[in-house]
């Protein structure tokens, strides 16, 4: 049968040494560092909880090059939040924290930007906050780097610069809830599919950006991701 629209193109993402991986759904993981959480309001371990972008929020960096994204519409607070991204290969439900690496087919480096004015105005009426989150070219990303290549990662500098001027600074080894943890709660609540993306959580120092502004997101062994605002 044949389609009534154009169906959308499908997102794709480099692989570091060749290919593309394509994108399903882009999940995050909030306040998964203590130090972003006391930022944020809260008070450490809590238990995790999750949001989801579109894919087409992705925005594909080569490694080498500048992308660009544009100043988002209705924010007068445009946020970076560096994050470790992981890439899952192999689907599946409830799966437990011992198998969890078996699931993931790489790592990559991210920025989750956020429109912090309208995720605030959601939060304080009680409302769901996608439209702080879940925008257009809200997520960019550096290529994938398979797990073969890097191994299983466990810790690892995490920065974002902004100008040149450092504004993030931790080690991956640092979140709450590490990546099988993460898959282990993600996987009760949606059966994760290859191509999925996890976004997961973002160190303390989280600002603002404003046409211009170059930001420059790294982690030890995945390259550095850097993002222009125009």
Not at 67 to 75: D, K, N, Q, V
């Amino acid at each position: 049968m044949s389609l009534v629209i154009p169906a959308p193109a499908p997102v794709h993402l480099p692989v570091a040494g060749g290919g593309l991986f394509p994108v399903h759904r882009i999940y995050c993981v909030g306040r998964n560092y203590v130090d972003h959480a006391k930022e944020m309001g809260g008070d450490g371990r809590e238990p995790p909880f999750f949001f989801l972008k579109p894919a087409d929020a992705a925005v594909p960096v080569a490694e080498g090059q500048t992308g660009t994204i544009p100043y988002p519409s209705l924010t007068r607070d445009f946020h970076y939040e560096i994050e470790w991204v992981v890439a899952i290969g192999k689907g599946g439900s409830n799966i437990s924290a011992a198998d969890a690496v078996n699931h993931i087919y790489g790592y990559a480096v991210g920025l989750d930007m956020t429109r912090r004015d309208l995720q605030s105005d959601m939060k304080k009426a009680g409302r769901p906050w996608s439209i702080g989150k879940g925008f257009d070219h809200s997520a960019p990303i550096g290529p994938i780097h398979p797990r073969t290549a890097t191994g299983e990662m466990h810790k690892g500098a995490i920065t974002l610069k902004v100008n040149g001027q450092m504004r993030q600074n931790s080690d991956v080894s640092m979140l709450i809830w590490n990546v099988s943890e993460t898959i282990e709660q993600l996987s009760k609540g949606w059966t994760l599919q290859p191509g999925d993306l996890i976004y997961t959580g973002t160190p303390a120092g989280i600002g603002p950006v404003v046409p211009g502004d170059v930001m420059e997101g790294a982690i030890d062994g995945l390259g550095t991701l850097r993002v222009a605002v125009v």
